[in-house]
């Protein structure tokens, strides 16, 4: 489909005729008009700075940016996409106190959550707004998009200041804020008619205090909007006003009211295309034992010893990042050939490392980059200026992770060792946010199985569950190790692992493993600088999502036609990575790939696991899967994979 078909076709599903078609009606006015929302607001009988200030804002709204140039407009207001035209539309078809929206990080929540807001205030509903931030910085950010629609938000409040000033309509706070004093955010709730807006709710239940805290702060709310962009928590703490109910296994899980996932983005072209480019590697280090050990990053070993490769890979003191990092900075130069001010970010785990990195990509680019260590205003000052300018790269400890707009962020380096799936989403919604069609976003990272296995899972979507599943063996249960202010710290992932088995690295060499997207694997690995590396690093940055399917597979087809018949570097013909290890590791690598693809279909098919496996069974024959041999688990996991790339 051409952009033009697209946005054509856009429009004609979200384009709306009179106020009689409009499921939000608005009185007349004199001239028979649909009346806009500041006519609406000088109608009714506010007093007159009240009313000035109300139609200001309200006819700000209507400036606010549009997604792209010729989206249809949502009654009377600024353009706006198609899904926060129907959030915007089932919100108001029933208006109730609570209403949960889970839109994919990039789509838009702040547009959509500042749009509802101008429209409380134009009917009246509401008179003041409390927006709940898990940053200082997201605090500034919300402040900062709030005046560009007329919206006045004080993001310096204090609790110890105890009102907010008369010339505010509202406040910026952090869920910390509310958790250590609840009773201040209690008072200025029910002084008014307040909307409060929850962003990223799932970190109300970062702790019990902050949850306590939230529920008796916004208890008396008129009424309450949760964002959320993520998948939601990988523990089992409730999160304040949202709703749970049992799913078909009777694991009670969220409710959202409007949910808007990546896989539609991506076909709305909200969002952009990822190409996760995973390197491996031979690492070697040092117990505390002062035995050394080694192991290939991405090898199928235990728990603890991929976590110290991983640890000994991401140190600066080898070789591993200095040619990632190098890679990283290649494929900007070549994304930067079509986005001339396209940024790269990379995400550090601690503030020496992230200094080291800062080192490497300094002496790599000749220009030192940007670097954020901290939640501070100047830390805010520092991100704002990389956003607004056109320099390579920023470096950052955590902070950058969530909820922070830099559009021109196109390439990543996953350098922290931080794995659970509600933290690896919020990275790579850094990168996702789309300006234009055709931009593509490229994602550095370690070749390890639990990363490898949420890239390729990019697109399912995750409820919260209260409830932990007997079997639970999936990655998806493992509780944050730390709250969300500390966690934008200091990353602590595996550090409880460290403490028992504390190591030096001694070396680390990378070595291009593959690329991941859109559920496929393409790449046969090869050393850094080599023309399989260069294959996928120069692909353009502008491209469809089916240009750059397209062009992976014809690069894949390249490289087999390349290596058919080459030797290995000891002279022995190459090995099918079967012959390299035991059966039963094979097997259960399989089984994995297997359950991921049968819970992908199972959300977009809304088909029970069992009756997909029956199916499965009776198009490919063979026993049941643990009874199942390798080339009957690998039948059924090609007959799903062309089901889900069909369907793209």
Partial sequence: MSAAEYENQQQAATLWGDASSNPIERPATADGHAARPHDEAAARPHDEAAAQAEAAGNAAAEHLSPAFPDRAAWGTASKLRAWQVEALTKYFETEPRDFLAAATPGAGKTTFALRLATELLARGTVDRIVVVAPTEHLKRQWADSADRVGIRIDPMFKNGDGMFGRHYQGVAITYAQVGMNPEVHQRI?????????????????????????????????????????????????PIPFVQYAPD?????TSISDYNYGYGRALKDGVVRPVLFMAYAGQMRWKTRMGDEMSASLGEQVTKDITAQAW?????????????????????????RRGVPDAGGLVIATDTTTARAYARMLTQITGERPTVVLSDEAAASERIGAFAEGDSRWM??????SEGVDVPRLCVGVYAT?????????????????????????SVFLPSVPGLMALAASLELERDHALDRPKDADDGMYNPEDAMVAEANREDRASESLLEVQPFEALDSQASFDRVLYDGGEFGSGGEVGSLEE?????????????????LLRARQASQAKRSKGRPAKDGMPRATPDESRPMYMTLKEQRTELARLVSIWSRHSNEPHGAIHAELRRISGGPAVAQASVEQIQKRIDVLRSRIGGRR
Avoid: C, N, Y
């Fill in 534 to 550: 260069l294959d996928f690093i120069g692909i353009p940055g502008l491209l469809e999502p089916d240009q750059v399917r397209d």
């Fill in 395 to 400: 470096v950052a400890v955590r902070m950058v």
């Fill in 189 to 237: 709730t029910a002084g008014g008619k307040t909307l409060v807006i929850l962003d990223e709710v799932h970190h109300g239940g970062d702790a019990l205090t902050w949850g306590d805290g939230i529920r008796e702060a916004f208890s008396k709310a008129t009424r309450r909007l949760s964002l959320s962009g993520t998948p939601f928590r990988s523990d089992t703490a």
């Fill in 311 to 335: 640890r000994t890979a991401l140190s600066p003191d080898g070789e591993w990042m200095p040619a990632v990092l190098t890679a990283a900075d290649k494929r900007l130069t070549e994304v």
């Fill in 248 to 252: 078909e296994q009777g694991i009670r």
């Fill in 417 to 441: 060792s931080a794995s659970t799936p509600l933290f690896f989403a919020q990275v790579i919604g850094r990168f996702v946010r789309a300006r234009r069609r055709g931009e593509t976003a």
